[in-house]
């Protein structure tokens, strides 16, 4: 791996970040609060939330393994994902590499950054081979971009082709594991210790129901989080999102138990869409959602619609041709679906 030094933009790696009242000032004791120009009614809206989220962090440390200054915390997964191009690459001249098809949003911030993004399909089986990604990058190549479980494919990509990525490419790969709660595949945290390029991303918003409250992750090493720290806005992540992730993590069995009825709903509804005419493939998973290759996605899409019930239509996505992308919601909603599809 080149050295951050190398990998981190001149004027970010140089930057001196804003500094709040709450960064001056974060210890415990003190009793009176005049230094952040708060009004002291309506508590407890009334104050800055933590800056660096640590009660949070001090949780998540215990549900995911990872330590509190190894942890990044943003506005969704977005935010780290936007952040990453605003931290490496230099716009107009820099480029990063992601496989194809997959999440939308590492090439949406691409553009917005005015960062030259590269794409390498995937094999017809959805697998990704870590040669032909390694053989897309060059010396201004910044970011390895590799989503497993794969959206919108949902299989998990091979953990050795995914290690040869991190262990060859000198500079930063980041594995977006949104679905890992799903996944039989084990998350790549335990690889942060030994490999400071990897950047891992997770998320509320999936196993953990939260979507609503935007809360993403990023585990990596110190050095990276520091720089993370460095750039996020001064509050990101504000006071009511942090109580609520926290009440959702000091239960996790819950969670357990969504992900295990998930899982057997999704076994259920893939095995009734293999028996229904209009299917022609069901594609394994690793995910909340599976791929599905039907007679003529658009007309079923359209015909779903008609009825009141959204999945998604990935027609127009490399490899994905006449394809639809199915949540596996409750076991009524599940039913309904597939009530309607088998009268098509
Ligand atoms: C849904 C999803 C996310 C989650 O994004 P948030 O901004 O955290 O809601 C991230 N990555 C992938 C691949 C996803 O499918």
């Known amino acids: 791996m080149l050295s951050l030094e190398q990998l981190v933009r001149k004027n970010i790696w140089s930057l001196a970040p ?19 120009n708060e009004n002291p009614y309506n508590s407890p809206y009334d104050r800055y939330p933590d800056p660096l989220q640590r009660e949070l962090k001090q949780l998540l440390k215990k549900v995911k393994g990872v330590p509190e200054d190894m942890i990044f915390l943003g506005n969704g997964s977005d935010e780290p994902i936007d952040l990453a191009y605003r931290i490496f690459c230099e716009p107009g001249r820099d480029n990063v590499v992601a496989i194809e098809p997959t999440y939308g949003m ?22 990704m081979h870590a040669d032909e990604l390694l053989a897309a990058c060059d010396e201004r190549t910044k970011i390895v971009w590799i989503c497993s479980p794969n959206n919108p494919t949902g299989n998990s990509l091979c953990r050795d082709e995914i290690m040869k990525v991190i262990e060859s490419f000198q ?34 918003s999936k196993a953990w129901a939260s979507a609503a409250i935007r809360l993403g992750m990023a585990f990596a090493s110190r050095e990276i989080i520091n720089i993370y720290n460095k750039v996020k806005y001064p509050y990101n992540v504000n006071l009511l999102t942090q109580q609520q992730a926290m009440e959702m993590l000091k239960d996790p069995f819950e969670v357990d138990k ?12 893939m095995q009734a869409f293999q028996d229904l005419p209009l299917c022609e493939q069901v594609f394994r998973t690793d995910a909340n959602f599976f791929l599905a290759r039907v007679t003529d996605a658009q ?4 015909y779903l619609v008609d009825r009141g019930i959204i999945v998604r239509n ?13 949540t596996i919601g409750t076991r009524s909603e599940n039913a309904e679906l597939l009530a309607a599809l088998r009268q098509f």
């Open 18 to 36: 804003y500094s709040s009242a709450r960064d001056e000032y974060s210890g415990k004791e003190a009793h009176v609060f005049l230094d952040a």
């Open 106 to 127: 590492y090439k949406v911030c691409a553009d917005i950054n005015d960062v030259e993004y590269r794409r390498v399909l995937l094999d017809d089986k959805f697998e």
């Open 171 to 204: 500079g930063i790969v980041i594995v977006d594991e949104a679905y890992i709660d799903f996944a039989q595949q084990q998350s790549l945290r335990t690889e942060l210790v030994s490999h400071e390029n990897l950047i891992i991303l997770q998320t509320m």
């Open 258 to 269: 969504w992900v295990k009825i998930l899982l057997d709903e999704r076994q259920r509804l």
């Open 299 to 302: 007309r079923i899409y359209d």
């Open 314 to 326: 990935r027609n127009r996505v490399t490899l994905c041709q006449n394809c639809l992308r199915i």
